[in-house]
């Protein structure tokens, strides 16, 4: 079963706009003729798959200004006898140490060698090549600049590697915080993009699960670019992608090329995660091997987010389950549990209790009357009013509910403890199994309490009508401080309607939500 749009369609039309890459050479010497020669030589010269474009510079402070800016300096000629006899060695010193460039690549070239004798200029400045002037050929120059573009591609491979390989260490904290399934998704998208620096116009994730019967369910958990307007307008995904990642489903293997690169990680013995992504251009420095360890990463945090969800989710059906057989056992509505769920949850949004807590009461709400499993049919099944023996006998249901759910150490479990056995205290002392008063009642107790009330009187009972939402209204609004908690009440009745909107929401047929 397909969750996304994976089904067949035509490749929209995709416009490759060719990048040509660069290797950017500064050449510093007060010849303009060794400029020209250089230039003659090196320009637009291919060298490992990028051409050379030469810069001049006829002084040391020339050269200062074009090296602080955003150029990607490859390379640097420089003379040593310039405005001074030292010229182009301090410029050296000046390039490493305050401009603190490490990854450029140094040549010194002079033609006046007593002034900086090689061994000297060697053993002293941090440069790689020292060649006179007179014996730099066309060959000899080429030779030496293929030797310093390739030093200078290496390093930057290295340095990208380590940053990266930090950058991945950084955001895979981050994204560690992120509970949210969705927002787990975009952020791993947003920061795989910048980890690897790569232009894309397409990225989505998707997960790929066999169940136990063996039935294979896939999920789009996010997507950028043109994947994501196709989803927004329920338009099917491009054959060939669909293509490209069933086969690296298939294989369990990644595949890298000058368009896309796919992942496919396993994440456990029966799911799998996919990352399929699209190059806007053939990426020069793509390191695959990085992006497996982050995805990798990203996938198995993933995965246990999915499958947290699901737990979640299960947890949640159950308890609306065993909450409805509660009800259906006193033949009172179907969906009553779900509706005082949703209602409690509503009340302790609008009080601003945490998320966490706000959905912990939603998902422990059906079990406030669990207790109501203990009473007998007779009682709980007459027609007509109860004998204070059998009222007595009913109010027990209370206490039993909180034994019954004190017998688990889940968190849930206890949430629901006190609302099963609380939920009949008033907030005057008047209520029971133990007469509490006030905040001594337990806050999730008093916002069920509410919930419970407002839809139990506008639903039909063995021994009553249901109640108009006027009615009950007037009911909440006359018992705040008597029965209800003067707080939650008033937030009942402010937003009255809309708990009366949750309620013709969640028909007594409703599915069951998430």
Known sequence: MDNYLFSQGEQPEKTQKPKTLKWHILIVDDDKNIHDVTKLVLEGKEILGRTISCTSAFSSEQAKTLLMSDTNWACVFIDVVMESTHAGLELVNWIRNTLNNHLVRLLIRTGQAGYAPEQEVIEKYDINDYRTKTELTATKLVSCTYGALRGFRDLNTVEKSLKSFRNLIEVSGDLLKIQNI???????????????????????????????????????????????????????????????????????????????????????????????????????????????????????????????????????????IVGDAIEARSKETGSHVKRVAAMAEFIAIKAGLPDSLCDAIRIAAPLHDIGKTTIPDAILHKQGELTQDEFEL?????????????????????????????????????????????????????????????????????????????????????????????????????????????????????????
């Open 182 to 320: 969705n927002d787990f998704t975009c952020a791993a998208l947003d920061n795989f993009l910048s980890l690897m620096e790569v232009e894309s116009s397409a990225i989505y994730i998707m997960r790929h699960e066999n169940d136990i019967f063996n039935q294979s369910h896939k999920i789009l958990l996010a997507s950028s670019g043109r994947f994501n307007e196709l989803k927004k307008a329920n338009q099917p995904f491009p054959k060939n992608v669909n293509a490209i990642v069933e086969e690296a489903l298939s294989s369990g293997h990644s595949h890298f090329s000058d368009d896309y690169y796919v992942a496919c990680i396993s994440t456990s013995t029966d799911s799998k995660a996919v990352l399929y992504i699209e190059f806007d251009h053939q990426p020069s420095d793509f390191k695959a091997s990085i992006a497996e360890l982050f995805i990798n990463n990203i996938a198995l945090m993933l995965e246990s987010l999915v499958r947290q969800h699901q737990t979640q989710t299960t947890q949640k059906e159950l308890l609306y």
């Open 394 to 514: 009913i109010k027990t249901h209370a206490e039993k509910g909180g034994q019954l759910l004190d017998k688990s150490s889940m968190p849930i479990a206890k949430l629901g403890a006190t609302m099963a056995r609380f939920h009949h205290e008033n907030y005057d002392g008047s209520g029971y199994p133990q007469g509490l008063k006030g905040d001594d009642i337990p806050l999730e107790a008093r916002i069920v309490a509410i919930a419970d009330v407002i839809d139990a009187l506008g639903s039909v009972r063995s021994y009553k009508a249901p109640w108009s939402d006027d009615q009950i209204r007037q009911y909440v609004e006359q018992n705040a401080g008597i029965k209800f908690d003067p707080q939650f009440a008033k937030i009942a009745t402010d937003h009255f309607c809309e708990l009366v909107a949750i309620k013709h929401q969640i028909s007594d047929d409703s599915p069951f939500d998430s």
